[in-house]
């Protein structure tokens, strides 16, 4: 499949697995109550596609933040090519147009059995079908020396919000000719580009206004996401400037001196003046409450429906789903909220799921005016009830990166404006 085909298919994503299931006569869907859990990128979608596809069914959306801070983008405001005030979102306005009961509260525990969700007010709330997109939490135990205490002063800014403007503020502070340290945790993780991103948006950062400065990466991994294509752009715009040490060179990080800020590695040390440290990651606290993860920190789903494999009735999408080989990714998380959006509507109305086709198609900067991709494109195998990839492509190191620029913000735009209205 070649390149242009990828971008054709993710443009037209909204088709695929997400046709609305029949127009004939739906029993059910005036009488079933469907509760949304979460109001990202996940949660919002599916909330949104429920009432699109079945306007007679009652969706009450429950998020316990007023606004949503994105993740998404985040890392052009720490290079200062972008505003914080651009990554603020309005959930109100977003739901209450289409008729989405939207709750502003934190859902302390769910009865699967009853089916009710019980908020911190004491009330219950009971659903017919529970969707829940609790996002991810930070492993505060999986590095020696790390902590949530520790974060405030050696930020992750793996979450929107404040951790963003100070990493922001660091990197602006730093001395002359400074060190960045990034460490990388292994796979899987939001946005597994998101690291490398970073890294070359800091680049274009020093280039400008500390251009004796120098960036490590301390990965995990010993291959990423999009490698050929971000190499090649640390060696043409920033050469010199971007350092990538692999798990294999250096082994994996054995501690973590927060005061000196200084990574200890098994076979070696780096000392920082600005350090992020990205922590390995895990389930949002929702799906522990609800018994929804399992032993490998995320939500084992059926990818036919996106319905939990532990809890009957509750669906999970979004970061804390275990769909491999999709990524987490906003945008994937926008697919599945699509595909379990026509699960819930077939299943009410009587009729069997059709197959999904998702795809993950996800944009990273390397520079202000310059970005490159990648695109998978995943099925269904009902024999081992799980997702495959059915196609994959990425930017080539001599594409035309100034036009996947162009495409970059048009999608950016489009993802903003489908999710949040």
């Known amino acids: 499949m070649n390149r242009r085909r990828f971008i054709q298919l993710a443009a037209g994503s909204l088709a695929l697995g997400a046709c609305r299931p029949g127009s004939g006569v739906r029993p059910r869907l005036d009488k079933a109550h469907i509760v949304v859990v979460g109001a990202g ?7 949104r596609s429920l009432k ?17 801070e994105r993740c998404l983008g985040s890392n052009a405001v720490i290079a200062g090519l972008a505003s914080p005030q ?49 996002g991810i939490d930070l ?12 974060s405030h002063g050696v930020p992750h800014a793996w979450k929107g919000g404040p951790q963003t403007r100070l990493l922001q503020a660091q990197l602006a502070a730093m001395r002359p000719g400074g060190t960045i340290v990034i460490t990388i945790p292994d796979l899987p993780y939001r946005c597994p580009p998101g690291p490398y991103e970073r890294a070359s948006l800091m680049a274009a950062y020093l280039r400008r206004h500390n251009p004796s400065g120098k960036i490590i990466l301390l990965d995990a991994k010993t291959r990423f996401s999009k490698q050929a294509a971000f190499q090649q752009a640390w060696r043409s715009l920033y050469p010199g400037m971007i350092e990538w040490v692999s798990a294999e060179q250096e082994g994996n990080i054995d501690h973590i001196d927060v005061s000196r800020r200084v990574v200890h590695t098994e076979f070696g040390r780096h000392a920082a003046d600005v350090l992020n440290v990205i922590p390995p990651q895990r389930a949002g606290q929702l799906a522990w409450q609800a018994d929804l993860a399992d032993a490998s920190g995320w939500c084992p789903v059926e990818p036919l429906t996106f319905e939990s494999s532990r809890q009957p009735g509750i669906h999970v999408i979004g970061d804390a789903a275990a769909v491999s080989p999709m990524p987490k990714s906003a945008f994937a998380a926008q697919a599945q ?49 799980r997702l495959s990839t059915l196609a994959s492509g990425e930017t080539a190191p ?24």
């Not at 209450?96 to 502003?104: A, P």
């Not at 492993?139 to 520790?150: L, Q």
């Not at 799921?353 to 795809?359: C, E, G, M, N, T």
Request: some cysteine; aromatic content about 10%; glycine content about 8%.
């Open 139 to 150: 492993r505060w135990d999986a590095i020696a020396g790390y902590d949530e205490t520790a």
């Open 41 to 47: 990128f996940g949660g919002l979608n599916v909330a």
């Open 52 to 68: 699109r596809w079945a306007p007679e069914l009652r969706v009450t959306l429950v998020e316990r933040h007023r606004h949503y």
């Open 337 to 385: 909220a699509r595909v379990c959006a026509t699960a819930i509507i077939a299943s009410l109305s009587g009729l069997p799921s059709p197959p999904p086709r998702l795809i993950n198609h996800c944009y990273s900067f390397v520079a202000a005016d310059q970005a490159i991709s990648v695109t998978g494109v995943y099925g269904y195998e009902p024999d081992g009830h």
């Open 86 to 134: 651009g990554l603020v979102q309005n959930y109100l306005a977003a739901g209450e147009t289409l008729g989405i009961r939207m709750v502003r509260a934190n859902v302390l525990a769910v009865d699967a059995t009853r089916r009710f969700a019980r908020l911190e007010n004491g009330d219950a709330l009971p659903y017919d079908r529970l969707v829940v997109a609790p």
């Open 398 to 421: 001599d594409g035309d990166w100034r036009r996947e620029a162009v495409y970059a913000r048009d999608w950016y735009a489009l993802l903003l404006e489908q999710t949040f209205g």
